[in-house]
């Protein structure tokens, strides 16, 4: 059946869209379909696309709460691991925390210092530890100036000596200069440690912090 297009076009030239009672077919089909269309596109926008945007959400925690998961899920596994490991650093720490002396055990550790040059045939000409000492988080340093003259292999010997002490001490600033009488002089400073007890700790804590503000 053929569709006379003029014949549409007049209805719709004529129509009273005011009185929808006299409208022809074509009108009705159009205004049909538009109410159609309209009802999709009024019910994305006014509710699905809400609904739309919340799943969207829900997705991305969904893909969130995953990656927690699994990143917790890979910590419970290596908890044994990492508890180890753990100790392993705490056995390390203490074994390096035997190596400084307390403060009752400094005085010994100087003279085994003044011991170790002696014995190599070395000449102290100056032996003189710092009346402070330097305070860190739990150790402090004590620098001692010190002064020797011998031969070039007892001195040699005496910083073997000093490094194989079972206390930590480092010889620093090192400066040697020959000697009229074919010896050597050695200036350095020989550097010792000592770990803080408690109550010096807390009090280099709170020294650090300051005066508590009022």
């Known amino acids: 059946m ?3 297009f003029k014949q549409i076009a007049d209805d719709f030239k ?3 869209w005011k009185d929808p009672g006299t ?3 074509a009108p009705k ?5 538009v109410v159609l269309v309209a ?3 009024a019910g994305f926008f006014g509710i699905w696309q809400g609904q739309i945007e919340e799943l969207e959400k829900g997705l991305q925690q969904e893909e969130t709460l995953k990656k927690d998961y699994l990143a917790k899920k890979t910590q419970a596994i290596n908890l044994d691991l990492h508890r180890q490991q753990l100790r392993e650093i705490d056995t390390q720490f203490g074994a390096l925390l035997k190596q400084l002396p307390n403060k009752s055990q400094m005085d010994a550790l100087l003279v085994d210092i003044n011991q170790s040059g002696l014995s190599r045939g070395l000449q102290f000409e100056l032996f003189r530890p710092a009346t402070t000492e330097s305070a860190r988080e739990f150790y402090s340093e004590l620098p001692i100036t010190v002064k020797v003259t011998g ?3 007892d001195m040699g010997a005496f ?3 000093v490094g194989q002490l079972p206390r930590i001490v480092t010889l620093n600033d090192i400066s040697i200069e020959a000697g ?3 010896n050597l002089s050695m200036d350095a400073t020989a550097r010792t440690f000592r770990y803080l007890d408690e109550g010096e700790v807390a009090a280099q804590r709170k020294a650090t912090k300051g005066p508590a503000k009022k």
């Not at 089909?29 to 379909?33: D, G, H, I, P």
């Open 2 to 4: 053929a569709i006379n």
């Open 14 to 16: 004529h129509t009273n």
């Open 23 to 25: 409208w022809t077919f």
């Open 29 to 33: 089909l159009l205004v049909l379909v």
């Open 39 to 41: 009802i999709p596109v």
């Open 151 to 153: 031969t070039y292999h």
């Open 159 to 161: 910083a073997a000596d």
């Open 180 to 182: 009229k009488d074919g």
